[in-house]
């Protein structure tokens, strides 16, 4: 029998997330985010979930190649767009719309043989100072690339730094629109943050929204709002067991470092997670967990392959009992990876593209 650890992908909660988000811009097309493996989820995994999305937007060439390989026939965007002159080849075979951020790869694409036209984003540096061109060279740019018979349509991107923060996205907003007020094209501007916030305002959801991390049921702007306020649901599991229970009297330590001290009798709870499952090490005592999908807490520190968790609100607790990390347990209890990302001094972003390739996934309705 493998270790009782295993993740499990949601499809329904993709499902239900991608539908958020449409709702939430309203009549903005959606580029499903999938760079990161789908954020550590799988690409293969989600695909049919989201493949209600009207585009895939990733980084990889590879990434895109299984898009491809999985039947989507529809528009695919490289966010960073090509690295080198080779990669236009692999755009123009398999048809996929890039990113265009800087001189060079204009440069590339001035000198590249193909019989099909390319679509391309042109992407601004509105003030994350990224990728992109300045808002002064960016009219610039793209007179250059309409100029290329390489390249049949110009969509116009930009990516905010603040959309999940008080600074928010009106400066940026601002600049975008002063430089492209009179350009032609469809827009794109909106993350998660943006999408979630201020869909409501034509300017930001533009014609396409980009929407990561909302998908995958992490609410963007935690802790000032949680996926409850979101209406956002866990697209992972990470879920295991039980396979030790220790009785400690006060004074008691527990784990490397003898980082816990118990101040009663108490029982704890030896669960088969560790770090080289993707857990955040930098969790400590008094992060969320559930037992038998019951809200406990983690005492001591994480080690490589065990946790362990304090059993007084679950006494019926024993080996075997379930432990949900971060997802949804049997019972229904939900337990936001953000919760437990912030415990770590992390994002969900983080730990959902952390996830060991030791911890078996399956994907479930
Ligand atoms: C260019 C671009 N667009 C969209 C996204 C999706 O962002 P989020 O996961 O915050 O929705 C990202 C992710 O970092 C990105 O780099």
């Keep these: 029998m493998p270790r009782p650890i295993a993740a499990t992908i949601h499809s329904a909660a993709l499902r239900h997330n991608l539908a958020r988000l449409r709702d939430a811009a309203r009549d903005a097309?959606?580029?499903?985010?999938?760079?990161?493996n789908a954020y550590g989820h799988g690409i293969e995994r989600v695909f049919e979930a989201l493949r209600g999305a009207d585009g895939f937007a990733l980084l990889d060439l590879q990434e895109a190649?299984?898009?491809?390989?999985?039947?989507?026939?529809?528009p695919i965007l490289l966010l960073e767009g090509v690295f080198e002159a080779r990669d236009?080849?692999?755009?123009?075979?398999?048809?996929?719309?890039?990113?265009?951020?800087?001189?060079?790869q204009v440069d590339m694409l001035a000198v590249h043989k193909t019989h099909q036209p390319h679509k391309v984003f042109l992407k601004m540096n509105s003030g994350m100072n990224r990728l992109g061109f300045a808002p002064q060279r960016y009219r610039a740019a793209w007179a250059r690339l309409e100029a290329l018979p390489q390249v049949d349509e110009i969509a116009l991107m930009t990516h905010f730094s603040d959309a999940d923060g008080p600074k928010g996205i009106a400066q940026q907003v601002r600049v975008f629109d002063d430089t492209t007020r009179d350009l032609p094209g469809e827009r794109?501007?909106?993350?998660?943050?943006?999408?979630?916030?201020?869909?409501?305002?034509?300017?930001?959801?533009?014609?396409?929204?980009?929407?990561?991390?909302?998908?995958?049921?992490?609410?963007?702007?935690?802790?000032?709002?949680?996926?409850?306020?979101?209406?956002?649901q866990p697209a992972m599991t990470l879920a295991s067991r039980l396979i030790g229970v220790q009785q400690l009297k006060p004074g008691d330590t527990v784990g490397y470092g003898s980082n816990f001290t118990a101040d009663r009798d108490m029982r704890i709870g030896v669960v088969a997670c560790g770090y080289a499952d993707g857990y955040p090490r930098h969790c400590n005592t008094g992060t969320p967990v559930l037992v038998g999908g019951v809200r406990t807490a983690l005492v001591g520190r994480v080690s490589m392959d065990m946790l362990a968790v304090d059993l007084t609100p679950v006494p019926e607790a024993g080996i075997g009992t379930e432990v949900t990390l971060w997802g949804r347990a049997s019972?229904?209890?939900?337990?936001?990876i953000d919760e437990v990302a912030r415990a770590g001094g992390t994002l969900g972003y983080e730990l959902m593209c952390a996830l060991a390739p030791r911890v078996a996934v399956t994907v479930a309705e």
């Design 331 to 336: 019972n229904g209890a939900i337990l936001a």
């Design 88 to 104: 236009l080849e692999l755009c123009s075979r398999l048809h996929l719309w890039h990113t265009v951020h800087c001189d060079e």
């Design 188 to 232: 794109t501007l909106a993350n998660s943050a943006a999408a979630l916030r201020f869909g409501d305002d034509p300017a930001v959801r533009g014609d396409w929204i980009r929407p990561g991390i909302a998908m995958y049921g992490s609410a963007p702007d935690y802790p000032d709002h949680d996926i409850a306020h979101w209406q956002l």
């Design 65 to 74: 190649e299984r898009v491809r390989t999985l039947g989507w026939r529809g």
């Design 29 to 36: 097309k959606v580029w499903a985010i999938v760079k990161a």
